[in-house]
């Protein structure tokens, strides 16, 4: 069942399972900015009357180009996917946080999807000599690579960045949970420049 609201945009949430997933998802429903709110993960979550505000697409992140449809008819895509070494592993937090996030985007692209949103790291780099943030670098190249018309990415407690233009990335300050949701949520509702972070010199 879709949300009311929302002016018939919809979008889909990747990673709604984790903390800051949460509070997005929260957020989405509270303002209503979409007619229709997919989330796509691993398994079915319960959501108590909140679910029957959503739609889930159940989905195998190994065979994630079986699940192209999940990612169909969105205009905005939220990812918040992530782990970490301590609980998968160096190999499976680089197939988790850079191959499932990148694969992702492009099947999203492929859908339709016009708008982009990942959640990163504060001091992402991709020639980063640790694993974190070089993967984290890497999967933010990865994404603005795909060719959304727009692609958000938020760095927590990181000084707010706007990269030239034509890029069309913002790299936001942040309290994680809270503030991406918040961030990421004006995004792409807001179009005054007036309410939008201001860019610094960097």
Same mark, same amino acid.
């Not at 998968?88 to 499932?100: H, K, M, P, Q």
């Given at each position: 069942?879709?949300?009311?609201?929302?002016?018939? *945009?919809?979008?889909?949430?990747?990673?709604?399972?984790?903390?800051?997933?949460?509070?997005?998802?929260?957020? #989405?429903?509270?303002?209503?900015?979409?007619?229709?709110?997919? +989330?796509?993960?691993?398994?079915?979550?319960? +959501?108590? /009357?909140?679910?029957?505000?959503?739609?889930?697409?159940?989905?195998?992140? /190994?065979?994630?180009?079986? !699940?192209?449809?999940?990612?169909?008819? !969105?205009?905005?895509?939220?990812?918040? #996917?992530?782990?970490?070494?301590? @609980?998968?592993?160096?190999?499976?937090?680089?197939?988790?946080?850079?191959?499932?996030?990148?694969?992702?985007?492009? +099947?999203?692209?492929?859908?339709?999807?016009? !708008?982009?949103?990942?959640?990163?790291?504060?001091?992402?780099?991709?020639?980063? *000599?640790?694993?974190?943030?070089?993967?984290?670098? /890497?999967?933010?190249?990865?994404?603005?690579?795909?060719?959304?018309?727009?692609?958000?990415? #938020?760095?927590?407690?990181?000084?707010?960045?706007?990269?030239? @233009?034509?890029?069309?990335?913002?790299?936001?300050?942040?309290?994680?949970?809270?503030?991406?949701?918040?961030?990421? #949520?004006?995004?792409?509702?807001?179009?005054?420049?007036?309410?939008?972070?201001?860019?610094?010199?960097?």
């Amino acid at each position: 069942m879709a949300a009311a609201g929302g002016g018939g *945009r919809s979008c889909f949430v990747l990673g709604a399972s984790g903390e800051t997933g949460r509070v997005l998802l929260r957020k #989405l429903l509270d303002r209503r900015a979409f007619a229709r709110i997919t +989330l796509i993960g691993r398994r079915r979550l319960s +959501l108590g /009357e909140a679910e029957a505000a959503v739609e889930q697409a159940v989905v195998d992140f /190994e065979r994630l180009g079986e !699940h192209a449809a999940a990612f169909q008819g !969105h205009d905005v895509g939220f990812c918040c #996917l992530g782990t970490t070494r301590a @609980r998968a592993g160096a190999d499976g937090f680089v197939r988790v946080d850079r191959d499932y996030v990148a694969q992702a985007a492009e +099947l999203a692209r492929a859908g339709g999807c016009k !708008h982009f949103v990942l959640q990163s790291s504060r001091g992402a780099n991709a020639q980063s *000599r640790f694993l974190y943030l070089r993967v984290k670098g /890497e999967v933010e190249n990865l994404v603005q690579a795909v060719g959304f018309d727009h692609c958000t990415i #938020l760095r927590p407690a990181c000084t707010v960045l706007l990269l030239p @233009r034509r890029s069309g990335i913002l790299l936001s300050s942040a309290q994680w949970g809270k503030e991406f949701s918040d961030q990421g #949520l004006s995004s792409v509702t807001f179009h005054d420049p007036a309410k939008a972070p201001k860019p610094v010199s960097v």
